[in-house]
C-alpha cells in the first residue's frame, strides 16, 4: 500500500515537472509589460477591446492620446526603430491611408495620422521592443498566434 502511495506521489510530480518545463507562451499581458518597460515614462501602452491606445504624458498629465487600430496596421513593414527620432515607429498599411487618431487633449481637436512613434529608452535597434509591437499586433489580427520566445 505504501509502495503503490509512494508511486502516485512520485508520478504526479513527474506529471506536473513535465508540464512546468513546457514552453512559456507571450500573451498580451506580457507583451505589453515588455513593451512599456522599454518605453520613455511619458508614453505608455494600453490595450482595449478593439484597439490599442497610446497615452503620451507632460508633467504626469495625459497631453496626447493615440488610438491604434490593429487590422489597419502593417505589422511586417511598418513597425520600425527611427535612430534619428529615437523612436519605434508604428505605420498604417498604405492602403488605409491615415488610420491613427490622434487626440490632442489640450486643444480638444482630433486628427487622424499615417503613423505614431513610440519614445523608447532602448538603444541599438530595438529589436526586442519592435517585435514586442508587431507580436502585439498580430494578437489581434491572426488567429491561433503563439510566442514561446522571450523578445530579446
Not at 506580457?30 to 497615452?55: A, G, M, P, W
Not at 529589436?127 to 502585439?136: N, P, Q, R, T
Amino acid at each position: 500500500m505504501k509502495f503503490l502511495s509512494l508511486f502516485l506521489l512520485i508520478t504526479s510530480l513527474s506529471i506536473i515537472s513535465i508540464s512546468t518545463l513546457k514552453a512559456q507562451t507571450y500573451d498580451e499581458h506580457y507583451t505589453v509589460d515588455y513593451i512599456n518597460s522599454q518605453l520613455e515614462k511619458k508614453c505608455h501602452v494600453f490595450t482595449e477591446k478593439k484597439n490599442i491606445r497610446v497615452e503620451f504624458y507632460a508633467g504626469g498629465v495625459p497631453v496626447r492620446i493615440d488610438y491604434l487600430f490593429p487590422k489597419s496596421l502593417d505589422f511586417d513593414n511598418g513597425i520600425y526603430f527611427s535612430e534619428s527620432e529615437g523612436s519605434v515607429i508604428v505605420s498604417c498599411y498604405e492602403k488605409a491611408g491615415k488610420c491613427i487618431e490622434r487626440d490632442i487633449i489640450k486643444r480638444d481637436s482630433k486628427i487622424v495620422y499615417y503613423r505614431t512613434n513610440l519614445t523608447t529608452t532602448c538603444t541599438n535597434g530595438c529589436a526586442g521592443l519592435v517585435e514586442a509591437m508587431k507580436h502585439l499586433i498580430k494578437l489581434y489580427v491572426l488567429d491561433d498566434v503563439e510566442r514561446t520566445e522571450p523578445f530579446e
